[in-house]
């Protein structure tokens, strides 16, 4: 909007159009307030980027969730080569990596001698390999840091959920601890009991996780040995779940929460003013699973998907955590290489040359010389600008140099002193007249504001609107952002992958039923939840009679109030949509809280079919909706 001159002169404007006036000078560092972040806090804000690497039995049995009963003998990637994941991580922009060391199905990626279900009995390198040894070296011989994911849950041991328990898992750590150099952060999952092999019981353990693991001893055991490793994500740890899996924090999203158990709806923004530094990661897969399935080639996000899913993390204060799933070979599948490398050049490009470079700062209030508004250009996180403890509202201007257009603003407080900004504007002054670019809540690590278009200003300045104590800015940066090179997308790798274009649906429970076919998981189709004797169902034309040998349904990966994926199904073929014959029914298992896709097999093999009718009875949880992202189908079981 533009600004009249009642407007200037109420917010300050206009004085700050004029030399900075120091206001009661203080020489010394004003005190933190609140919350401030550890050490390792302040390390682990700096990496910003980077990824996870979901690899293991379920990339080669095509599930999420693997059961625990999966023979060792079916890890065998075909070309191993951690410097290609290495290498696609890093023309990324990734810092570091994070390997999924041991799933919810127990098998473990070292050799380690405290169970057999692990890589010492796979055909890999016969037996003498160590998936987490060979990426950790790669990652360290790139640059990268390197952390370890180990699932707390273990669907193959026999004593989880007992004592005898907790004593491996604290083995576990201590080993991946001990054995692969300095961790950067150390990821335990929060999916916790359940069905499982549990050595052959096949039975349902539960536990109460806090009381069952002592999550403060587990993290105190953690720091015992890697003092600079961050720990995710249960009350005590130093990073929090963002709440939800598609890379989207909060906006604001504070790093401070309150001293007590994580609340899904606290964990997305955080609180203001929490008791604890307890900052977001906010993590989301390249692919719509965490591991890798053929099926979901197509369904790469692109690299334009990519630089939204930054706006959303990285610009917002957090720290982005995107999953790299390796293929059967071992190695990051091409198509997703590409995208990666197109997103990271296009970031690079975008913040290679800040434009505040020989622009002129001041202020309407200083301390003294030590945090003069200089320091917000001279490119050292250590420094700030700041003012007398009694000013919490202030304003920052920048003359810029002539004719470098703009459309990328970031801003940074100075963490160790704690979030002292709670309500910041940033305004420019074009043409010679001022105007309002952007009102936010929260800084933090960082705040980017993307512009909808370039802005040629003469000035620009920040304007603390509200706050708790007075500012301390360490940075105040512009930059021009870079477009991607566009990715075309791909059809399956996997020519069992039956296409969906030419599909179409004959008949469904409600409208919008086209979104279960259009191959985009972030689109979905909802209908009233199923009642007793009144199942939803939805008809599908394939368009051509082809042979078939089961269907795939993937649920919804957003957070959505109220709705649930179907509990089970049951599923009909037809050949003419007049004759139908049952083809296959059951649970879904798991499909309310690992949200992945469904892989199910005709019952009697692949037949010859031409129209799929689906239903299902029952949401997985009790809600008001059933919700589901897609639906395909293959030609082999799976």
């Not at 969906?500 to 998981?521: C, F, H, M, Q, Y």
Request: some cysteine; aromatic content about 10%.
């Amino acid at each position: 909007m533009t600004l009249d001159r009642r407007t200037l002169i109420a917010s300050g404007l206009a004085a700050s159009a004029m030399p900075a006036l120091p206001v009661r000078a203080q020489v010394g560092a004003p005190k933190p307030w609140g919350a401030t972040p550890s050490k390792r806090q302040l390390a682990w804000h700096r990496h910003e980027q980077y990824a996870f690497v979901h690899f293991s039995i379920n990339t080669f049995t095509d599930k999420e969730w693997g059961f625990g009963d999966e023979s060792p003998t079916l890890f065998n990637p075909t070309d191993f080569d951690p410097h290609q994941i290495v290498a696609a991580a890093k023309s990324a922009n990734m810092r570091g990596i994070i390997l999924t060391a041991k799933h919810h199905d127990g098998f473990c990626l070292w050799p380690t001698m405290l169970t057999e279900h692990c890589i010492r009995n796979s055909p890999y390198k016969n037996g003498k390999g160590d998936i987490v040894g060979e990426l950790e070296q790669a990652a360290r011989r790139a640059g990268l840091s390197f952390g370890v994911y180990l699932s707390p849950w273990d669907r193959n041991h026999p004593e989880y959920g007992r004592p005898a328990y907790i004593d491996y898992f604290r083995k576990q750590i201590v080993e991946l601890c001990t054995r692969y150099g300095e961790l950067f952060e150390f990821w335990f999952d929060g999916a916790n009991g359940g069905d499982g092999y549990y050595g052959g019981a096949r039975e349902t353990r539960r536990i109460d996780a806090p009381s069952y693991y002592n999550w403060p001893s587990i993290i105190a055991l953690v720091h015992q040995y890697q003092p600079m490793a961050c720990t995710f994500d249960p009350l005590g740890a130093e990073i929090r779940w963002v709440g939800n899996e598609d890379g989207i924090a909060g906006d604001p999203c504070w790093p401070t929460m309150p001293n007590h158990p994580y609340v899904q709806s606290e964990g997305n923004s955080g609180v203001r003013g929490g008791a604890l530094w307890w900052p977001a990661e906010t993590n989301t897969s390249i692919r719509p699973g965490w591991f890798y399935h053929s099926d979901e080639d197509s369904k790469v996000r692109s690299p334009e998907n990519l630089i939204r899913y930054f706006d959303t993390s990285v610009a917002r204060g957090t720290n982005m955590h995107l999953n790299l799933p390796p293929d059967r070979r071992g190695r990051i599948p091409d198509q997703d290489a590409k995208i990666l490398k197109s997103f990271g050049d296009a970031i690079r490009a975008s913040f290679a040359t800040d434009l505040t470079k020989g622009a002129v700062a001041h202020a309407s209030s200083e301390r003294g010389s030590a945090f003069a508004a200089a320091k917000v250009l001279d490119g050292n996180r250590e420094t700030y600008w700041t003012t007398p403890d009694d000013v919490t509202t202030a304003s920052l201007v920048l003359d810029l140099p002539p004719g470098r257009p703009f459309d990328l603003i970031r801003i940074r407080e100075h963490l160790p002193l704690g979030i002292r900004v709670t309500k910041f504007a940033v305004d420019a002054e074009v043409g010679g007249t001022w105007q309002e670019l952007a009102v936010h809540e929260c800084i933090s690590a960082q705040r980017i504001i993307r512009l909808p278009k370039p802005v040629t200003a003469r000035r620009l300045q920040l304007r603390i609107v509200e706050g708790t104590a007075c500012p301390a800015i360490s940075e105040v940066a512009l930059f021009r952002s870079v477009a991607p090179v566009p990715v075309p997308a791909i059809i399956s790798s996997d020519p069992t992958i039956l296409s969906t274009a030419a599909w179409r649906i004959v008949s469904a429970s409600a409208p919008g039923a086209e979104k279960l076919l259009d191959n985009d998981a972030k689109t979905i189709w909802t209908a009233p939840a199923p009642t007793a004797g009144k199942p939803v169902v939805v008809t599908i034309d394939m368009g051509t009679e082809q042979s078939v040998a089961g269907f795939s349904l993937t649920p919804s990966r957003q957070v959505m109030d109220g709705a649930s994926p179907p509990k089970g199904y049951m599923v009909e073929v037809s050949r003419d949509g007049r004759v139908w014959q049952p083809a296959g029914g059951g649970e879904l298992p798991n499909i309310a809280y690992a949200l992945s896709t469904q892989r199910l097999n005709f019952t009697g093999g692949a037949r010859s079919v031409r129209y799929l009718r689906l239903s299902f009875a029952e949401t997985a949880v009790p809600a008001a909706t059933l919700a589901i992202a897609g639906i395909s189908a293959f030609s082999r079981p799976r």
